[in-house]
């Protein structure tokens, strides 16, 4: 059956096309309530807002201070792009004409800011006016170009307002006649990738393929010989050896794509380019970049994952580190890196349904990601360690402010994520209470859930096709959903026999009425790690459905470390928890060490314990309560 | 019997008045060897010496480049007082006039430098002269003094040679004038202490009391409002506020010390100043330092110690951070701050032998101090993990060259700290082969011991006044050594009944002949951590006597966290390793997970695990073979 796969293109839905509700729904209302307004103030008290408008003076360089408010920065450019698309989303659930009119005001000073010949750069025409494309690697000059393009292409489909996608399409058409083999053109690419991924999502809002081919060359180009990043610094008289970095794997400039087999470097550049590279892959129908992909994708999850999603253990470089290296107190595993691993994940089911992609990107999403945006909209996590001693809380804001408007945007658009459509197929990646609206062969389908997931793994379908048609409706079942049931209008379906890549393929005309009934047994369970994995011997986490559970101390007092788990979870109970949104607490029998030890450091007879009971919540809620210790790696007997 | 206690004064031996065999003696030995000649000829590499050479132009301000010859630093006068002492102590083991002959013409230079006033520092003489006296704080300005006056009272005992005395007196007698309450004198002290316990030995070798004054001026100042370096920067035109360190816990000088009952700050600092109050409380029968020191030795030996005595786990700060936090692998625990507990131990040691201090001394000397410096004398640890990926190893150099001389002048001078003499009692702090030389009530003492500790605990030690005479032989019995037995001229002796602070008292009419027998038993145990410490839950370490051991790939292969304790201790079995030194080895029945776990990253089923041996070796000599992982907390099943 995986014949099937290779030459067929699934596209996500456009975001107006998904009623969320539920838990996804509830992020949003905080979203469309809070945090899309808290993004453009920020923006505003950071000086992004005063830095494009050209009837002030140019902000200069300030020297970061580690403060919000207090440092310049080259990648601003981005943070509005980012805050725009979010602000887009949140209209399309919500509206709001005060925001709406905020974020015209910031598209109309990007009109007075771009050059007559298209380019658009706050720091390069402001800042240093004669640096343009003169350092590549370092600089984020097209990566900012990435994010205003994804932030025009939201808010063109949110408001039907072209002036942001017109100014970025010019732009693009001036990135066309720059970048390219030609006489006197660059034959380079961006040290952090993201106009890859944004040229995509412009050629498909435009109908325009010479978009795409410009995120083909920048793909194409990425890490061929002589390195664009050593010729450049040569060019611009620095030293290609003095780099800060030391290695290109940094930016994945290290070898050609097609190359590489090894995740490597800044955690949030690699899932922007695998990104870039799975929409080339799905529009060119492009093998060999499909087949590098998959390699990567091993390499990833199989050795480089935190049980959260989380990637890039390293502070040092924003990543990669060494295979099975996954310190939890000290982990960075930023925000940005598990979004931009739902980002890729999605986007490697865009040659076809996969749970192997599927259930990573549900993963991540669900923990690694939602983490970092807190319950109430407001506040963010940047780094998201898997243990907490008690003083990690989440910001205000950051100096480096690229998660909050991040993690924002994914949710915003989250609906887009839920679903895959092909000429005769929709596939139901995610589940979670809603509606979807779609064409099928020229059929309007609608196809709602009925299901209180991720609480409840109960999950119930209508698909209502305007008229009777014939095509596929694919449910993933999650490779952890063992004992799932299916029944499609009442009549109980065996699953296995119909089971293709982890997905149930339900082939059949589909008329008005019809329903399927999908029930995902969520048992907790636990999970061990590779052996390689020194940081996690002797422990286990604790999941149950897509959700990663920790303790903390607000439920469990202090002292996490003396919890053992000993493999009694057919005992455990679920409680709702008020505070975090009904979210669903797990009650288990532990040992606990709750001796008063006393005065000293170090005996010769181990702490006493006993018997007591530990309350789990998903990690994802982590730090929304009283502040103290988390853990989620607990102890284990087994 | 605690009267006893504080009215004596408890003075260590000069170095050249113990003879030291054994495993102490092998090592200097090699100290002898290479180490001292390493010292100097990395000195002359980094520019230290050219630094000084008023023949050779100023070196100027090298901006540092992670890199042992690629700056200048400010300290350098302290690396090449630690290495004069280093050589000084190494000539009393073995003579060798080369390296004399290159210390004289180090010390030549210096007498070139001095200023007629006395003033001495290559950095405020050479490369910034206008800045002499104008940021104590950040400057290291008394400390390298303090360092040159170690290394010229050491030369003086080795050589006899007076001109490095004479030279650092002028320069005493200068520090004497320009600091002090008097009009015109500055009220300070420096940002980095060292110079106070300088000052003391220089007074002791002298004879002057003057310089303990001056000593004691700098530890009664300390901290005291209105805050010097407060003054000191806006005198300076700087902002106090914009601070690197931000409070001056970094340096111990956010209250007087007297008042501080908790260990903060940058770890080799804090232990430097905690000697030289000890030394203050010893000479002038000073209670209130005395009471201030002990609630600091609790606080530092119960809540931020590791096992191997190594102490600061953060790089930030190089030093502590919160209570009872202690992560193995990213452990800081610098080389230098192990070496400064032996040294405040010894020093608390003054006001009469208490195995309180002396355990730990013993401690911090033979694990966290003693892993510094290679079986070779050849390469130096800087960091001390307590856990390795297998990627850390000694050093050749250091940019920050500190700890190579400091651990090479402990072992150098190890003896010294072996002993202390009052007028009535002579206490026998640490065991060891050799032979000691001192008076008592103005009868001379030849005390030798013969013992394989801490390979064995049987320590036959021979008492030889040069006539009878009574004094009292004290013999710490450490608290770890129980089931210890004593005989005195063969007959047995109830410890208990004659036990003083953890040490056998035996006070007798002596004379030449006798003898004494004290078998301490050196079965393997185990320690866990007070479970406050996060890191080391459900885990344990395993010690031999003082040693604390560790296992290391080299021997047992990679996975080392997949070996598991079982508490069957007894059935340890020891044997020799012929390349460490004839160290004893202890090999061990444990459980290990030896599964082949495959490609997965997290899977519902624990490893599998099956009865194995793993070999445990002496922490301190871990990297001295074939390089790999090193673990010291091992998993425990109890």
Not at 167 to 196: K, W
Request: with cysteine.
């Amino acid at each position: 059956m995986n014949m099937l796969k290779k030459d067929r293109q699934f596209r996500p839905l456009p975001v107006p096309s998904v009623d969320v509700h539920g838990l996804f729904g509830e992020r949003q209302d905080a979203i469309c309530d809070s945090t899309a307004e808290t993004l453009l103030d920020r923006c505003v008290e950071a000086g992004m807002v005063a830095a494009i408008d050209t009837s002030r003076p140019s902000p200069g360089i300030v020297i970061p201070i580690q403060s919000w408010s207090g440092s310049t920065q080259m990648f601003w450019d981005s943070d509005l792009g980012k805050s725009i698309e979010t602000v887009a989303y949140s209209l399309y659930r919500k509206a709001n004409p005060k925001l709406e009119a905020r974020v015209d005001e910031i598209i109309d000073m990007y009109e007075k800011l771009q050059d007559e010949d298209g380019y658009l750069n706050a720091w390069f025409q402001r800042v240093q006016p004669g640096r343009r494309w003169t350092n590549l690697r370092d600089h984020h000059e097209l990566y900012c170009a990435g994010h205003l393009i994804e932030g025009a292409v939201a808010y063109f489909q949110a408001t039907g307002k072209r002036k942001l996608l017109d100014i970025m399409c010019r732009y693009s058409d001036y990135l066309i006649r720059t970048f390219g083999r030609g006489e006197g053109q660059l034959r380079g690419y961006c040290g952090h990738e993201e106009v890859e991924l944004a040229l995509v999502k412009l050629a498909r809002v435009t109908g325009q393929k010479k978009y795409l081919d410009l995120a083909k060359f920048f793909v194409d180009e990425r890490g061929t010989e002589p390195n664009f990043f050593t010729e450049e610094a040569i060019r611009d008289g620095r030293s290609a050896e003095d780099y800060h970095q030391k290695t290109y794997e940094y930016g994945q400039a290290h070898e050609p794509v097609r190359e590489q087999k090894k995740v490597v470097g800044h955690a949030v550049r690699a899932m922007y380019l695998y990104s870039g590279m799975a929409d080339i892959a799905t529009e060119y129908s492009d093998d060999s970049l499909t087949n590098a992909l998959e390699t990567l994708w091993d390499d990833l999850t199989t050795k480089q994952m935190y049980v959260t999603g989380g990637i890039g253990p390293a502070a040092s470089n924003e990543g990669f580190t060494d295979y099975y290296d996954l310190p939890n107190e000290s982990a960075y595993a930023e925000t940005c890196a598990s979004v931009g691993l739902v980002f890729w994940a999605n986007r490697m089911l865009g040659r076809g349904p996969n749970r192997r992609y599927a259930d990573i990107m549900e993963q991540a999403l669900y923990n690694g990601a939602m983490s970092g945006l807190s319950l109430d909209g407001k506040t963010f996590f940047y780094e998201n360690p898997l243990e907490s001693a008690g003083k990690h809380h989440r910001w205000v804001w950051h100096h480096c402010p690229c998660c909050p408007p991040n993690i924002a945007r994914l949710l915003a658009s989250i609906g887009s994520y839920m679903y895959g459509v092909a000429e005769d197929e929709v596939a139901v990646h995610l589940y979670g209470e809603g509606k979807a609206r779609f064409e099928i062969g020229g059929t309007g389908v609608v196809l709602t859930q009925q299901t209180r997931y991720p609480w409840n793994g109960a999950i119930h379908i209508d698909i209502a096709p305007e008229k009777p048609a014939r095509f596929a409706v694919s449910l993933r079942i999650p490779e952890w959903a063992d004992g799932s049931t299916l029944k499609v209008n009442g009549e109980p379906v065996e699953i296995a026999s119909i089971e293709v890549d982890g997905y149930a393929r339900i082939e059949r005309e589909w008329k008005s009425g019809d329903h399927v009934d999908l029930d995902i047994p969520l048992a907790p369970r636990t999970l061990f790690a590779n052996p390689l994995v020194r940081q996690d011997a002797g422990r286990a986490a604790l999941m149950r459905g897509p959700l990663v559970y920790c303790v903390e101390a607000t439920d469990n007092g202090p002292g996490l470390n003396g919890i053992r788990l000993d493999g009694k979870l057919a005992n455990a109970r679920t409680s709702e928890i008020v505070e975090l949104g009904d979210a669903v607490a797990l009650d288990i029998p532990v040992v606990r060490e709750t001796e008063n030890w006393g005065a000293t450091l170090y005996r010769t007879t181990p702490p006493a314990a006993k018997e007591a009971t530990a309350r789990f919540v998903p990690y994802h809620l982590w730090d929304n309560r009283a502040p103290g210790e988390m853990l989620v790696w607990i102890r284990s007997e087994k």
